[in-house]
């Protein structure tokens, strides 16, 4: 099981965080830390239940991560392994996930594939979502995968669709021409583009696209 005990920082003090494996106690929390995250128009059928909390810590509890920040929980991370082949890269998020149940999760899968990272508005400003990234990093190297994978949203896409296609918007984040709520965080966080997926996710924000996101094992060649 994993667990990780540091300090953040809120401007210059020292704030105590752990990041541990959620259990089911921490199940109300984790739903209302989604509210906070996805409100409307993100659609509320995509929040978690108790039923997807269940497989996730029952399937694969390596890949279900949360934060404390002094003892209050302020965000999570989920994971399951798939068997990821880059030659065909085309998915939804619907279809990789079991729609957030992780039925087809796969324990001799080669790619940890990122269900969800959720961090509660009021903590955004310490840094969370950069250290969870890193403990399921800690979790590909430990369990000898090839790479993490998870395709992000595009927020910011709906405010330029009209002058950019996808691909574009994504080139010009990557320029630095366009800050991304997600994709200029997941770079920020070591991750790389693989490719934009169309009909990734039911998401008006994004146009219902994804840009699938990898960081790859340093210590697999």
Same mark, same amino acid.
């Given at each position: 099981m994993y667990r990780?005990?540091?300090? @953040?920082?809120?401007? %210059?003090?020292? =704030?105590?965080?752990?990041? *541990?494996?959620y259990t089911?106690? %921490?199940?109300?929390?984790?739903?209302?830390i989604q509210q906070e995250c996805f409100p409307p128009p993100?659609? #509320?059928?995509?929040?978690?239940?108790?039923?997807?909390?269940?497989?996730?810590?029952?399937l694969f509890p390596?890949?279900? $991560?949360?934060?404390?920040v002094d003892g209050e929980l302020a965000g999570s991370m989920t994971g399951l392994l798939v068997n990821f082949d880059p030659t065909h890269p085309d998915h939804t998020w619907e279809e990789v996930t079991a729609n957030g149940y992780i039925t087809n999760h796969d324990p001799k899968g080669n790619t940890?594939?990122? @269900?969800?990272?959720? @961090?509660?508005?009021?903590?955004?400003?310490?840094? +969370?979502?950069?250290?969870?990234?890193? #403990?399921?990093?800690? @979790? =590909? =190297?430990?369990?000898?995968?090839? *790479?993490? +994978?998870?395709?992000? *949203?595009?927020?910011?896409?709906? $405010?330029? #669709? #009209?002058? +950019?296609?996808?691909?574009?918007y994504l080139d010009a984040i990557v320029k630095g021409e366009v800050k991304d709520p997600v994709i200029t965080f997941l770079l920020r966080c070591g991750r790389t583009p693989v490719k934009v997926v169309a009909n990734y996710l039911d998401d008006e924000e994004s146009c219902h696209y994804g840009t699938l996101m990898e960081w790859k094992n340093p210590f697999k060649i």
């Amino acid at each position: 099981m994993y667990r990780k005990e540091f300090y @953040v920082f809120d401007q %210059d003090k020292p =704030v105590p965080a752990i990041i *541990r494996n959620y259990t089911e106690e %921490d199940f109300t929390n984790l739903i209302q830390i989604q509210q906070e995250c996805f409100p409307p128009p993100f659609p #509320s059928e995509l929040w978690w239940n108790h039923e997807q909390l269940k497989n996730h810590i029952t399937l694969f509890p390596e890949g279900a $991560l949360c934060i404390e920040v002094d003892g209050e929980l302020a965000g999570s991370m989920t994971g399951l392994l798939v068997n990821f082949d880059p030659t065909h890269p085309d998915h939804t998020w619907e279809e990789v996930t079991a729609n957030g149940y992780i039925t087809n999760h796969d324990p001799k899968g080669n790619t940890l594939y990122v @269900v969800d990272i959720s @961090v509660r508005p009021a903590f955004r400003k310490l840094g +969370l979502g950069k250290w969870l990234m890193s #403990s399921m990093y800690d @979790v =590909v =190297v430990h369990l000898g995968l090839d *790479r993490l +994978l998870g395709g992000g *949203r595009m927020p910011g896409y709906h $405010l330029k #669709s #009209s002058e +950019l296609t996808a691909e574009q918007y994504l080139d010009a984040i990557v320029k630095g021409e366009v800050k991304d709520p997600v994709i200029t965080f997941l770079l920020r966080c070591g991750r790389t583009p693989v490719k934009v997926v169309a009909n990734y996710l039911d998401d008006e924000e994004s146009c219902h696209y994804g840009t699938l996101m990898e960081w790859k094992n340093p210590f697999k060649i």
